[in-house]
């Protein structure tokens, strides 16, 4: 006799986290199981509630693409490129967890401490990895700035900025800059450069 399917617990957190993002957190766990293909004493045994169950689906993700693109070692004259692909990386960071942060607080238990877990939580990740570079660059002497953190920070925050509004489905406004993601990310690090980038780095002119 064959033996029955494993389901691990990843799998059980993606169906409830697609079940809850579409339906709320009154969603009933036997959809849950229904779409995971487990019987509901399974997800109580393996997650004891289903508050439990709600908060480590909709808990952020470590963000590992971006922590090892903003460690990873970068060439020289290639600083800017690197800026615009972690730039890119953040919005698909956000996207992923920004839906999971709105959701978790219309939920009365609702407390950071559930959603950021770890010993180090992911905001404090990516801004550590990110002041990380910031801080090669200046070294190798690629930009200039005496305040690494904040330009770390202005990167993650603008790209935040861009999720958040564009989940608002926020309409543009004539003469605003358009939807293309990659050019947005493209022109807010031009501006950057143009701040922080040592003399002779200057980002070239956006079309």
């Known amino acids: 006799m064959a033996r029955p399917r494993t389901i691990d617990d990843d799998q059980i957190l993606d169906a409830a986290r697609a079940v809850f993002l579409a339906d709320g957190r009154g969603a009933p766990t036997s959809a849950v199981a229904q779409r995971a293909g487990v019987s509901e004493g399974t997800i109580f045994k393996r997650f004891g509630s289903k508050d439990g169950l709600f908060f480590a689906a909709m808990a952020v ?21 690197r800026f615009e692909a972690l730039g890119l990386a953040l919005v ?16 009365p238990h609702f407390s950071p401490e559930l959603m950021l877990q770890g010993e180090t939580p992911p905001p404090a990740q990516v801004i550590g990895a990110l ?6 660059c200046v070294a190798t002497g690629s930009m200039r700035t005496d305040s690494p953190e904040v330009v770390a920070r202005a990167l993650v925050g603008t790209m935040h900025n861009y999720v958040f509004l564009e989940w608002m489905r926020v309409p543009q406004l004539p003469g605003q800059v358009g939807p293309d993601t990659a050019d947005f990310v493209r022109r807010f690090v031009t501006m ?6 040592a003399p002779g780095t200057a980002a070239r002119e956006a079309p």
Not at 92 to 105: I, N, W
Not at 192 to 197: N, V
């Open 61 to 81: 993700p470590d963000p590992t693409e971006v922590v090892a693109l903003a460690r990873r070692p970068v060439a020289v004259g290639q600083e800017r490129a």
């Open 92 to 107: 698909g960071f956000f996207r992923d967890v920004l839906p999971r942060m709105m959701c978790s607080r219309l939920h």
């Open 131 to 136: 002041t990380e570079l910031v801080e090669r």
């Open 192 to 197: 950057l450069w143009d701040g922080a980038g």
